[in-house]
C-alpha cells in the first residue's frame, strides 16, 4: 500500500491483446480474501459496465498481474495472474494468462525487481498459477524498457517493441484425458494442454461455420447451451472438476484456413468469444494441430504428420481479428510415455499505459 489501505500502486499495462493492472505482491494484502475483495473494487467489479473501476467491462480487460521477487533459484519474479470476472463477485487463479504476461518482465524492471542489461534483458518467470516457468526478452537500451518499437501484432493498433516469451518443457500433460479423441455430449473433440487447457472442437460438428463475428456466436444460445454441455463434461475428463463458473478449459473452434495459416479459430473463454485468441490458448491449439489423430486434422493445413518429431515448426493461428504464430513442436515421451511439447515461443508486444495510485470504490458502497 502506498498511503493506506485504500490506495495502492498500480501500473496499467496493455500485454499482448489484453489490458491489466499490475502490482507488486507487498503492494496487496497478503490474505487472498482481502486481496480479492480490494481487487473487485479497483476493477469496478461486479457491474457489466464497471464503471466504477480500470476494468474495461470485458474479461480481455478485467485482468490483474501480482508479481513479486521469486525464491526459486530457476526464476528472477513470481507472476500470479488473476481473472477478475465483470458482472460477478468473482477473482479466480484458475487459469493463467499469456497475455497478461507479456507486460511483466517490463513491470519487474520498471518495480526494480530485476536489472535491465544494457541491451535487452531476459526475465525468468515462475508463473503461479501453473506453476510453469516462461522467459520473457524485450529491449532495454541505455537500461529502461523502450516499449516502441516495429513489431506488430493482430489486434492491437500500430507497432510496438517486441516481447519475445519462450516457454520450456512443462509438466501437465499434453493429453489430460489420456486420449488424442474423445466424444463428449455427442461431438468429437480433441482435449489438450500446453499451457491452457482447450477443448478444440470442429466448428461444422456444432453446426457453425467458425467464420463468424465473435459477437454473433455470442448470441446463438444453442450454440451456448452445447458449448456448456461440452465444456462441462470435459471439464471432468481433463482433470479439473466441476468447471462451472471457472474460467478453464477454453473451447476452440476450428474451421479450415482462409489466409495462408494453419487453421482458423474461434475461441470461447469459455462465455464471451475472444476478439482474437489467448497465447497460451493459441499455444494449446497449435501443439493440439501437431498430434497425429486430433479433431484437426481433417481441417487444418500443416504437413501431415504421421509421426511427431522434434522438429520445431511455426503454425500461424487464425483468429477473428488476424493470426498469432506460435513456434513449437510436440516430440515422442520416453518409452511408452505420451508425447511432449519440448519448447514454445511466441512475439508479443506490451505498454505501459500509466503509474501511479489507484483509489478503490470504498468497500461500503460495494453492490451486493
Ligand atoms: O491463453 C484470454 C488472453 C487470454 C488468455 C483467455 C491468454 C492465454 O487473451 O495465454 O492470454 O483465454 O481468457 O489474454
Redesign the pocket.
Known amino acids: 500500500m502506498t498511503g493506506g489501505p485504500e490506495e495502492v500502486r498500480c501500473m496499467l499495462m496493455r500485454?499482448?491483446?489484453?489490458k491489466g493492472a499490475y502490482f507488486l505482491a507487498e503492494d496487496l494484502p497478503a490474505d487472498p480474501a482481502e486481496r480479492d475483495d480490494l481487487l473487485l473494487r479497483v476493477m469496478g467489479s461486479p457491474d457489466p459496465r464497471q464503471i466504477d473501476g480500470l476494468g474495461g467491462a470485458h474479461?480481455?480487460t478485467s485482468?490483474v498481474a501480482v508479481v513479486s521477487a521469486s525464491a526459486d533459484p530457476e526464476a528472477d519474479v513470481d507472476y500470479l495472474f488473476l481473472?477478475v470476472a465483470v458482472d460477478r463477485p468473482e477473482v479466480t487463479d484458475r487459469?493463467?494468462?499469456?497475455?497478461?504476461?507479456a507486460g511483466t518482465g517490463p513491470f519487474a524492471v520498471e518495480r526494480g525487481l530485476v536489472a535491465a542489461g544494457a541491451g535487452e534483458t531476459s526475465v525468468r518467470i515462475r508463473m503461479l498459477n501453473t506453476g510453469e516457468l516462461a522467459i520473457a526478452t524485450f529491449p532495454t537500451p541505455g537500461g529502461r524498457v523502450d516499449y516502441s518499437g516495429t513489431a506488430e501484432i493482430s489486434g492491437v493498433p500500430g507497432t510496438a517493441a517486441p516481447v519475445v516469451i519462450e516457454f520450456p518443457q512443462g509438466s501437465s500433460p499434453l493429453l489430460p484425458t489420456g486420449r488424442i479423441r474423445d466424444v463428449i455430449a455427442g461431438t468429437e473433440v480433441t482435449c489438450v494442454d500446453n499451457?491452457?487447457p482447450v477443448v478444440l472442437i470442429p466448428a461444422a460438428a456444432l453446426d457453425v461455420t467458425g467464420y463468424e463475428a465473435p459477437k454473433d456466436l455470442e448470441e446463438d444460445l444453442s450454440l451456448a447451451e452445447r458449448l456448456r454441455e461440452i465444456r462441462l463434461e470435459a471439464g471432468k475428463l481433463m482433470g479439473l472438476g466441476d468447471v462451472e463458473g471457472t474460467?478453464v478449459p477454453?473451447l476452440s473452434l476450428l474451421a479450415p484456413p482462409t489466409d495462408g495459416g494453419a487453421v482458423m479459430t474461434r475461441?470461447f473463454?469459455p462465455v464471451r468469444c475472444?476478439t482474437?485468441?489467448?497465447?497460451?490458448?493459441?499455444?494449446s491449439v497449435a501443439a493440439g494441430l501437431l498430434l497425429p489423430g486430433g479433431v484437426g486434422e481433417d481441417i487444418a493445413e500443416i504437413p501431415v504428420q504421421t509421426e511427431v518429431s522434434a522438429q520445431s515448426d511455426r503454425i500461424r493461428i487464425e483468429h477473428p481479428s488476424g493470426f498469432l504464430d506460435i513456434e513449437t513442436s510436440v516430440a515422442p515421451g520416453s518409452g511408452d510415455a505420451a508425447p511432449v511439447v519440448p519448447r514454445t515461443a511466441v512475439v508479443r508486444t506490451a505498454r505501459k499505459i500509466f503509474d501511479g495510485t489507484v483509489f478503490p470504490r470504498p468497500a461500503a458502497t460495494a453492490p451486493t
Open positions: 500485454g499482448g491483446t489484453s474479461p480481455l485482468k481473472q487459469q493463467n494468462c499469456g497475455n497478461i504476461l499451457g491452457m474460467t477454453k475461441t473463454i475472444h482474437s485468441i489467448g497465447v497460451l490458448g493459441a499455444a
